[in-house]
């Protein structure tokens, strides 16, 4: 199971949102793992292709070999290679410093952050 939370740029928490994925877009997202990889991410991840992701930030459990995996994921067999900037937050760092980081991206990458509990 995964939820979405949204957060404004300056990290604090956005009004609730209705919980239809389809409304529930983001350029910048927060993969907040709690179990570690799970093969549902390999169908998020093509999700937030098509919804045209452009930062996802992991923290949690498998942090770094998750982050790894979905930059495996955006490029594919090379023919079509997706462009993500990605970012594994180590376990000496919280939910809210990835947020906070997310939050201070800025250019192309402006905008909230939606945090995805998986």
Known sequence: MRRDHFFKADGLAAAPFARCHSMATSSKIILHSLHGYRSELDAIVA??????????????????????IIDELCIGDGSKPYAMLTASHGSDETLQDAILLAGQLSGELAGDVRVVEF
């Open 47 to 68: 999700q937030w292709i098509q919804e045209r992701v452009s930062y996802v930030g992991v923290v949690g459990i498998d942090a770094s070999r998750i982050e790894d």
